[in-house]
């Protein structure tokens, strides 16, 4: 059985930085795309981020281009988000993300559509 576990929200003030990771156990081999996923009071999740099983490809949601940053180490199945420059309209609960559907190296779309999800982080951001 697939099992996500976030891990690293909090509360931070406005223009503070916050690392979010994500473990994923039930997995062999780590040849799948991982991401991030977020979610307001009264809003629809949002995609935030996503990157390929091999790191060579990274997406974005709009509104945390240039802000925020995803990586992964395959040895330990971990996915990571640094987020830098935090906003107030930054908080939410925070969702980990595996497997799935991401665009094909040719497209320039940004998009992820995954298959397993974790329980959520909260992040805070005060303004």
């Known amino acids: 059985q697939v099992q996500l576990v976030e891990s690293g929200g909090g509360l931070v003030q406005a223009g503070d930085s916050l690392r979010l990771s994500c473990v994923v156990s039930g997995r062999t081999f780590p040849r799948y795309p991982m991401g991030w996923f977020r979610q307001a009071p009264g809003k629809e999740r949002e995609f935030v981020a996503a990157?390929?099983?091999?790191?060579?490809?990274?997406y974005y949601g709009d509104s945390v281009k240039g802000r925020f940053t995803i990586y992964r180490d395959n040895a330990k199945n971990m996915v990571f988000l640094q987020m830098n420059s935090l906003k107030a309209e930054d908080t939410a609960v925070y969702y980990c993300?595996?497997?799935?559907?991401?665009?094909?190296?040719?497209?320039?779309?940004?998009?992820?559509?995954?298959?397993?999800w974790g329980q959520g982080t909260q992040v805070t951001v005060s303004s």
């Open positions: 993300a595996s497997d799935g559907e991401v665009p094909g190296p040719s497209s320039s779309a940004s998009y992820y559509y995954p298959t397993y």
């Open positions: 990157i390929t099983w091999s790191g060579d490809r990274t």
